[in-house]
Structures are given as structure tokens and as C-alpha cells.
């Protein structure tokens, strides 16, 4: 993808002409932002990009109140670009970035962009908006975008906005205290963008690892955020160095692989990160899978089990689980399915799993001293024909059943997926009754 791809080649022309910071009267560094339109917004991660529903106005300041005026129809959009009231710019092709104007109360006019996307996966199409609107600044030598990843006409949304510093093309929420390299610094930023101002952190650091102690991966992560308390920090820098933090006890809260696999802490273990020591985090493989356990809050568990009474074999589409107890899940925005999956797990009859990769699984039941396969229908697809073929296919799970028949005893229950990118290794076995 343009994301991976285009990691170490970094280079932004709009961000080629460096302001020079300015020292106001509180003692804070200011620096000067400049708008930029996000043209190749496509290439970049940021944690929350949101997608919001396109009705009759894009949720954005007009001056006295919100809402920037859209005709709609299921073949175009027309946007009032001018703020005029009168939408003047028409749009029919999906992915296209569209310039406009919005306006804050006090009457200041300033620019702003959105990409506008058409889902063409139903039969009743649904148009929606993005951003594609950042600022861009430099402090201590470092090029750096905040995004505004909400969409809502601010850029000072901490836990909301991104902040992505060159020359990485990956991010993370934006926040109160960040690492630039030299040390941390406290930072605000204007909400209209137009300026952002910092000094440094005052408070003891360590420093934490999160690169050389992945292990059996054929990936490294965008981003790896760990989290103390209610402070969150991105601990992955554009040179890959290990990343100044404040001391504490920490959890991993989420790592970003790209955009269909992503990292939950689970039954990761916390860490301690002292003063002026490195800590090293240990993660990867090897994996396996993760059932009967919700990895993290949202996350339903994924289960199987043996149906006597209609002798059959019932199985979901399980997590994949690190060595030291991460779990690997899909992005809500790639992996999301389009229909929930009817389960007969009690707690939970009905569930939305997002896996990783949108894998794919071999299923076997094997007997244990042969490891003879005794089911021959073995691959377990979330992708199912397209009701049209000039369709695009459905995306969503059906419950794997296999009807042992007169087979009774134990066996081995065995799960691969050996197509995946990054997790063909994985393996889970263990054994299961049919009665």
C-alpha cells in the first residue's frame, strides 16, 4: 500500500519552508502554523480518522452556527464551497478532495478541506466526508502535521486530533506532552490552527523500546502506544530510537501494524520505566489464537464447542495471540463486517468480530495418534459471494459447522491460517470431545 510504501520517503513540500519559533511573554515557544490541504491523505495513518455520514450539510463552523450547506443524491454531491449558502461545486467522482471555506464566531474566515467517499456496497448508496485539512509546524528542527482527525473545524482536540512528525507518515492522538526528539515538551495548540506554543516537561523520564525485542515478526509497528494512567504516548520515532516518556508503571495500550491489523494490550504483562533506564518491551510471536476470552473491552470472545444433540462441530473466527498475551484484531474501518454473526455462545448470541487481515482459516479435527484430518471441508471464508457479480463480495462471518456424524471421542482441534501476510505460523491445537 502508498502507507508502507511511502514510509521512508517522507518528503512534504509544504512543510520545505521552516518558521522560525517565536518566545512570547509567558515564557512558552510559539511557532507559527501553516494550512495545508491533505492531498495524499490516502498515504498516511492516523489513529481516529473519522467517516461522517453526508446528509444535507458537512458538520463544519459556518460563522453563527455549524453546517456548511450539500445537495445529495446518489450519484453527486453538491458543496457550498463559498460559504454564500448556495452550494455551487458538484462532485461525482468517490475519493475526490474538495477545498471550501468555514468560519469561526468571531467572523474569520479560513480554508479547509474534505474528501468525499460514495460506499457502493449496498444497492442504496451512502456518500460520506473525511478531512483533509492539517497545519504544519517545526519544533527543534522537527516538521511535524496535526490532522484534524475529528473533522469538526479544530485542531486542539487532545485524544481526538492526530500529530504526525516527519518524516514518519504514521501518528497518533494528539496530546499535552510529547516526544520530539530532544526531550519532552509540553505543547497547545490554537483551535483554529493558526499557532502552536510549548516548553519543556518538567518531571522525571526513562526511556522505552518497543522495536528490538519483537519477536518471530515479519512486521514492525507504525505506531506502539503505551499508557500510564490517562497519559497515552506513541513510543514509535521517526529515527527509531527509544522514546523519552515520563517514569511510572505502564500497559501497552494499542500498536497499529497497518491499516487491517492492529494490537490490544490483553494479558500483556505491565512494565515499570525508571528513571534514566531503558526499558525494553518484549512482544510477537510465536502466535496462536486466542479463544473463549475477550481480548479487551468491545472485543467479544470468540468460542467453540461440540453440539451433541445435532452432532456438530461449531467454530468462530478466533483473535491471534502474541507469545506475552497481546492480541492481533482488525481495524473497525477495514475489518468492520457488514452483518453480525449469530452465535450460540449464550453470553453473546450475536457479535461483531474484527479480525486481523480479515483472515482467513484452515479448520481440522484430527485424530490424535494419526493426525489423520477427519473433516475433508476445511476453509473457513469471512468472504462471501456477491449477491450480483458486479458486485463487490460481502464481507461477514458465518459460523463454521462440520457434522461429526457417528465420530465420538476425543480429538484434535486444529486452526491455521496459512495465507495470511503476517501470521502463516500460527498455530492453535488443543483437545476437544465429541460426544
Known amino acids: 500500500m502508498a502507507l508502507l510504501a511511502g514510509m521512508a520517503l517522507f518528503v512534504m513540500a509544504v512543510l520545505s519552508n521552516p518558521l522560525l519559533a517565536e518566545q512570547p511573554e509567558t515564557g512558552d515557544t510559539e511557532v507559527k502554523l501553516n494550512y495545508v490541504t491533505m492531498n495524499d491523505m490516502a498515504d498516511y495513518f492516523t489513529p481516529k480518522h473519522k467517516k461522517k455520514p453526508l446528509t444535507s450539510t458537512l458538520d463544519l463552523p459556518n460563522g453563527e452556527s455549524r453546517g456548511i450547506r450539500c445537495n445529495v443524491t446518489e450519484q453527486n454531491v453538491e458543496v457550498d ?39 457502493d456496497r449496498f444497492v442504496q448508496k451512502q456518500w460520506y466526508y ?99 494512567e490517562d497519559r497515552s504516548f506513541n513510543v514509535i520515532r521517526p529515527d527509531s530510537k527509544p522514546s523519552i516518556v515520563p517514569i511510572g508503571k505502564y500497559n501497552i495500550e494499542r500498536a497499529i501494524i497497518d491499516r487491517t491489523i492492529e494490537v490490544i494490550g490483553a494479558a500483556h504483562p505491565p512494565f515499570d520505566i525508571l528513571k534514566d533506564n531503558t526499558t525494553t518491551i518484549e512482544w510477537g510471536g510465536p502466535f496462536t489464537m486466542l479463544f473463549y476470552a475477550s481480548p479487551g473491552p468491545d472485543y467479544p470472545r470468540a468460542v467453540y464447542a461440540a453440539d451433541p444433540n445435532n452432532h456438530l462441530f461449531y467454530c468462530e473466527p478466533p483473535y491471534i495471540k502474541g507469545e506475552k498475551g497481546e492480541v492481533y484484531v482488525g481495524s473497525k474501518e477495514w475489518c468492520e463486517p457488514e452483518q453480525v454473526l449469530n452465535s450460540a455462545d449464550s453470553e453473546a448470541p450475536q457479535k461483531w468480530f474484527f479480525t486481523a487481515e480479515k483472515l482467513n482459516f484452515n479448520i481440522e479435527i484430527l485424530d490424535i495418534k494419526t493426525r489423520k484430518s477427519m473433516n475433508s471441508l476445511k476453509f473457513y471464508s ?54
Open 81 to 119: 464551497t463559498n460559504l454564500d449558502g448556495k452550494p455551487d461545486t458538484k462532485i461525482s467522482q468517490s475519493g475526490k478532495i474538495v477545498e471550501l471555506t468555514i468560519s469561526d464566531e468571531s467572523g474569520a474566515k479560513r480554508k479547509y478541506a474534505v474528501m468525499l467517499w460514495r460506499d
Open 130 to 228: 473525511y478531512t483533509a485539512s492539517a497545519v504544519s509546524g517545526v519544533i527543534e528542527g522537527k516538521k511535524f502535521l496535526v490532522i484534524d482527525d475529528n473533522c469538526n473545524g479544530k485542531y486542539n482536540d487532545f485524544g481526538e486530533d492526530a500529530i504526525i512528525v516527519a518524516p514518519s507518515k504514521a501518528g497518533w492522538f494528539l496530546s499535552s506532552v510529547l516526544d520530539f526528539g530532544k526531550g519532552l515538551i509540553e505543547i497547545a495548540v490554537e483551535a483554529d490552527g493558526s499557532a502552536a506554543s510549548y516548553h519543556p516537561f518538567i518531571g522525571t523520564t526513562g526511556t522505552v523500546d518497543a522495536l528490538s525485542k519483537l519477536s518471530k515478526a515479519n512486521f514492525k509497528p507504525l505506531v506502539f502506544v503505551v499508557k500510564n
Open 382 to 435: 469471512a468472504g462471501q459471494p456477491a449477491p450480483q457479480p458486479s458486485q463487490p463480495a460481502p464481507y461477514y462471518w458465518l459460523p463454521f459447522t462440520w457434522e461429526y456424524k457417528q465420530l465420538r471421542g476425543n480429538y484434535l482441534l486444529r486452526v491455521t491460517c496459512p495465507t495470511s501476510r503476517a501470521f502463516k505460523e500460527a498455530v492453535y491445537e488443543e483437545k476437544i470431545e465429541l460426544k
